[in-house]
């Protein structure tokens, strides 16, 4: 790593301050991302804002039809959470199933969201529930958030607070991990509410993003045949030794009827 | 090191002992722990957060020690290997290991101990794919998992 | 309880350690004044070194030294050597790259070491790495085995014209041919052996430790082989063997890639003569993937001519062998020598013949790993008869069952030139197909069917050879204070080695196993050893065990005569004591070793011939059509590894072989891009199996003794890994068999299977 001054501030207001006043600040959550790119010498922060352990950005709460997750809850303590789990069960499952045992007691919501990586989970619960991120200085929509390749809507101090997912009637993820990392090759998400459906990919592509042609085939029935026959371009998804685009473009389809399914059996 | 700047003195209680470290912020808690205290029984398996050689707990839960700053981690209550145990003696855990023979070259042996007693005490009485799942980000090249596995389900069992 | 507690279930006595956190490795070993080393390493596959700028870098604060070939060459130090030579039919000799420890003029791997660090502390000489300016001048790398071969392909040594090291045969080509062409048929496979990567779990590490006053060096490093290690090196720095003491402490697995010499042994022990204090490199975990030996990496040719009645007539195969970019010490021997000879499995085949091309590319050496050379044999046959059995239209086991070895057949010389001393072959495969329920298959498949899942069953009846190397020397010394100790040159690397000859030496001495101790992997407390390889460990240092607990009792015999004024024949030795016959007079071991002030014997074993451990391994797949994913839903191995000395041991080795054989099958596979960067150089992109990934193996032992050594027994640690690949493989392939699939590559990846399915019903639809 190279040299960096670390800080923990003792309040949000605190934490905005040490991030005005660095050269080039970034903020640490639970780190799972972050360190590992240290490590590799991939960034030099001047100094690295702590805000982990801010009570203020902690916590979940479910009223008015949303849950709201604060930015650096763990994916552990969202997945063990009684009132997700009754509320929006597909999000504690998501949560669930990200990593491992060690990495879900670390690693933070915001903290996967701020980073933005094309494979990390969570992009897909966002953009699907059309949740809100809520940030220091105002709230982001989903669709507005993702911008690029690890890039988001954030300006570099923002603080994401919470995010806000609206609770949908169902909803339901499914990935097909990489062998190796367990990171999404693909993952899709889906999600009914009265008004709409929407469906959004993760690890397909650069960034996360919904499929408007089986949005509207859900739309008018909510069903794996519904999508029989709609597949996506290849062209443009990623590539790796895992998986080529051609392998991803079919499985957005397979986790998308998978998904479906896991809706109506749930 | 070189130089002081950015250098700070950490308050981390492992294994129920206070102990305060003059740490540079960049430093992981699998270094402090390693190279300043001596507590070698978290291994440096990967370096990269995958292998889970490192794990220690962290309030009781699994974490890897290699992606932790040490300076994140003042405040919460540490337990290493080292910590489960006085003298001799072997928790049940431990000693369902011995059984079982889920031990080989031990490399891997800590950091499976930890996840597997913070799993037991969530879950007092995991089922074989429980175990499996809980252990799947504890990597071993040696066992094939099975003895392991059996020791933590039988772990489980005793209770 | 039988002769040396063979049996027993002992529980480990190396457990409490590790599961304590007190076990010592090299990386938790630290001396005073100990200074931090790391390496710079070469970012491209092939490339020209023009230069070498290393001054910013000695100038950077808290630096010791930056050293460079040079400065090695100055000082005489020798090349790294290949220990295993071979000469190619030609006639001509094997053609080998010079290998300095630190490159000269050249690099030819990705992670080939340059330069070499040293400073106060391990940030200093990372940092200091930085400022090392090597100046490259890139050549186009070929990484394949079979491309760096073919005419036009990038040359990567002067001395290797063509980049083949060796162009090498055996068997007999005349009579496979003329088999092959009056055969009523013949069948054909192509194969590609996977190349891995060994991922023990504890990275490479070395700690040199110098003593002025005495001018020796001590040597703390995890290897298999302390004594041939301390031998390879002091030719090479030079120095006189009494100079130099190598210590094995704890060893966090080895799997065959520690038996190696590795550049960075050398340079901390001539860092720490030339800087007189101890010098320490730990290995990350990326430099273990680039810089370890890689093992396997064939790419083979299989055919074999059979008759009407499915019996096996000749087999021929042809093997491109990708050595790396040098010729590891074993490099040359694993793809020819060690198992060329295994080709013909359990089988009566009547004519072999095989060729093997060793070619050098822009990859990491290639060396031993768990079975070395034996698993690569194993898959040939072993796919080759499923190809056949289901090219003839017969089942597997019964096309097997028609050309098995059968036991009245023993000792057996095969085609190979191998003589089996013993095996029931059938009764392995009779036993693992009641275990795994091999006829209730079809009801399990049509429930998988109804879930949406393509379910297959697959075997392998394989066989190996082991332990028949060098001899091993053993030392049993009964303390004064009735403590024993036994010496031996055996490494264990994770195996628990203490537990298994203390069990041996206390059962035969009558003495409590707690108060046995071994000492291993020390080439000052241990006279010599061969080390451990090859499964060698009880087949060869158990046999000298048990000779020399047997010397120590005869040595005892004349004191117990003299203790109980009797004639040396009266005495019968038991439980610990002597006791005169048809009497209840007895004088005990113990006592009689604390009247001599300690008693001591030692005693030699060598092996007359290998041992064949052989098994069956059955696997049961399920595929997801829709994605390709396989699970392994059930695993039944039944193993003949001789008499068992202690079946908890034995398990453990089985069950980790065959997870490795299980991770090379489906999930592990290294990948170079065609400039020679390694695309799974961390454990995010190479897959090892994990928990999660396997299922609770079933695992059981047809005990057929060994008739070749003493104990009867044959040998465990590389079984798995070598029944495992082609069980798996086959499992897969019948479960795609339905859509006219009749091989699919290691490893079958869920892209790998996908992209088949698809091109097969692709293929059915057209």
Known sequence: MHRFTYRRPASLAEAKAMMAAAADGRLLAGGQTLIPILKQRLAQPSDLVDIGRLAVLKGITVDGGRVTIGAVTTHAEVAAAPEIRRAVPALAALAEGIGDAQVRNRGTIGGSIANADPAADWPAAVVALDATIRTDRRDIAADAFFTGLMETAL??????????????????????????????????????????????????????????????????SFTPAALDGLAIPAEGLNEDIHASPEYRAHLVGVMARRAVAACGTS | ?????????????????????????????????????????????????????????????????????????AGHEITTVEGLTEGNELTPVQQAFVEHGAVQCGFCTPGMVLTATALLKENPKPNVAEVRTALSGNLCRCSGYRKIVDAVVAAGGAR | ?????????????????????????????????????????????????????????????????????????????????????????????????????????????????????????????????????????????????????EPGA?????????????????????????????????????????????????????????????????????????????DWLCDLLPLPPERLRVVAPDVGGGFGMRIFLYPEHVLVLWAARRLRRPVKWVGDRSEAFLADTHGRDHRTHAEMAVDAEGRFLALRVATVANLGAYVSQMGAFIPTLAGSGMLTGVYRIPALSVRVRGAITNTAPVDAYRGAGRPEAAYAIERLADVAARELGLAPDELR??????????????????????????????????????????????????????????????????????????????????????????????????????????????????????????????????????????????????????????????????????????????????????????????????????????????PPAATYPNGCHVCEVEIDPETGAVSVVRYTVVDDVGVVLNPLLLAGQVHGGTAQGIGQALLEGAVYDETGQLLTGSLIDYALPRADDLPSFDFATNEVPCRTNPLGVKGAGEAGSIGAPPAVINAVVDALAHLGIRHVDMPATPQRVWHIIRSAQDKAAA
């Open chain 3, 401 to 606: 069952r028609r050309n098995f070895i059968p036991p009245e057949a023993m000792p057996y010389r095969t085609a190979g030139g191998k003589t089996y001393d013993s095996g029931e072959f059938e009764r392995n495969m009779r036993d693992a197909m009641a275990r795994a329920d091999w006829a209730g298959f079809p009801a399990r498949r049509a429930e998988a069917a109804a879930r949406g899942r393509w379910r297959g069953i697959g075997m392998s009846t394989y066989i190996e050879a082991c332990g028949g190397g060098p001899d091993e020397g053993a030392t049993i010394r009964l303390e004064a204070d009735g403590t024993a100790v036994v010496l031996i040159g055996t490494q264990s690397t994770g195996q628990g080695h203490e537990t298994a000859y203390a069990q041996m030496a206390a059962d035969a001495l009558g003495l409590p196993i707690d108060r046995v101790r071994v000492v291993q992997g020390d080439t000052d407390r241990v006279s010599d050893g061969h080390g451990t390889g090859g499964s060698r460990s009880l087949p060869v240092g158990g046999a000298a065990t048990a000779a020399a607990a047997d010397a120590l009792i005869a040595s005892a015999r004349p004191h117990a005569a003299r203790a109980l004024g009797v004639p040396e024949a009266a005495l019968d030795f038991a439980a610990g004591a002597f006791r005169v016959r048809d009497s209840n007079r007895f004088v005990a071991l113990e006592e009689l070793a604390r009247q001599a002030g300690g008693l001591s014997a030692a005693a030699r074993f060598r």
């Open chain 1, 155 to 220: 300006e570099a101090d923002e603080i994401v607070t919470a995010i806000s997912f609206p609770i949908p009637d169902t909803a339901a993820y499914l990935k097909f991990p990489n062998p190796a990392s367990r990171y999404a090759v693909v993952g899709v998400m889906v999600a009914r509410t009265t008004a709409k459906i929407r469906l959004a990919v993760t690890g397909a592509g650069p960034l996360v993003f919904r499929v408007p042609e089986m949005e509207r085939a859900l739309a008018r």
């Open chain 3, 1 to 149: 309880m039988g002769r040396f507690g063979a049996g027993q279930p002992m529980r480990r006595v190396e457990d409490q350690r590790f599961l304590t956190g007190t076990g010592r490795y090299t990386s938790d070993i630290d001396l005073p004044d100990q200074a931090a080393a790391t390496v710079v390493r070469s970012p491209f596959g092939n490339a020209r070194i023009l230069g070498i700028d290393t001054e910013a870098a000695r100038l950077a604060p808290g630096v010791l030294g930056v050293f460079t070939a040079a400065d090695l060459d100055a000082d005489g130090v020798g090349d790294i050597p290949v220990a295993a030579r071979l000469t190619s039919r030609d006639g001509s000799p094997m053609r080998t790259p010079r290998r300095p420890v630190l490159a000269d003029g050249r690099v030819a791997h990705v992670g080939e070491a340059v330069a070499f660090v040293v400073a106060e502390t391990i940030a200093a000489a990372r940092d200091a790495a930085d400022l090392v300016m090597v100046d490259y001048d890139p050549l186009p790398a070929v990484t394949d085995g079979t491309a760096a071969l």
């Open chain 3, 154 to 230: 990038p040359p990567i040594w002067d001395e290797v014209p063509g980049n083949q090291a060796f162009d090498w045969e055996t068997g007999d080509a005349g009579a496979v041919a003329a088999a092959f062409a009056t055969a009523a048929r013949t069948v054909a496979v192509d194969l590609v052996n996977n190349r891995v990567i060994p991922t023990a779990m504890e990275p490479r590490s070395a700690l040199a430790d110098y003593d002025d006053k005495a001018d020796r060096l001590t040597l703390y490093t995890g290897t298999q082989n302390a004594h041939s290690l301390r």
């Open chain 2, 1 to 73: 090191m070189r130089g002081d700047e950015g250098m700070t003195t950490v308050a981390l209680r492992i294994n129920g002992v206070e102990h305060s470290v003059a740490a540079d912020g960049r430093r992981t808690l699998l270094e402090v722990l390693r190279d300043e205290l001596g507590l070698t029984g978290a291994k440096r398996g990967c370096n990269q957060g995958v292998c889970g050689a490192c794990t220690v707990l962290l309030d009781g839960r699994p974490v890897r020690a290699c992606l932790s700053l040490a300076a994140a981690c």
